[in-house]
Nanobody, 124 residues
Framework: QLQLVESGGGSAQSGGSLRLSCAAS????????MAWFRRVNGEGREGIAA???????RYADSVKGRFTISQDNAKSTLDLQMNSLRPEDTGMYYC??????????????????WGQGTQVTVSS
């Protein structure tokens, strides 16, 4: 069983930066594809960034050029560097994992394991 724990959320000013981390434990981490999702204003989870086992990445248009997803297989961590933050980035952020290692997906239905989430608040 894979466990995921997010950290690094908090408050930032518009235009500022935050870095989220997701620590994975329980199984051999590098055989999973990973992604970051967010829930804004109580709506459904939006897949904003995804990375496959081979390092292939995908981004939602809403964050492309501002957010960067990366993983460190040696440390079993997944990071999300968020720059040029906007008030509309405010929400709960989740990391997710799938044993389909070569998949690069931003669809929530494709993921089996989820963290508990970390709150990001961006003020104008």
């Amino acid at each position: 069983q894979l466990q995921l724990v997010e950290s690094g959320g908090g408050s930032a000013q518009s235009g500022g930066s935050l870095r989220l981390s997701c620590a994975a434990s329980g199984v051999f981490y590098s055989r999973y594809s990973m992604a970051w999702f967010r829930r804004v204003n109580g709506e459904g989870r939006e897949g904003i960034a995804a990375i496959g086992y081979d390092g292939d990445v995908r981004y939602a248009d809403s964050v492309k050029g501002r957010f960067t997803i990366s993983q460190d297989n040696a440390k079993s961590t997944l990071d999300l560097q968020m720059n040029s933050l906007r008030p509309e980035d405010t929400g709960m952020y989740y990391c997710a994992a799938s044993p389909r290692a070569c998949m690069v997906s931003r669809q929530s239905a494709d993921f089996d394991y989820w963290g508990q989430g970390t709150q990001v608040t961006v003020s104008s």
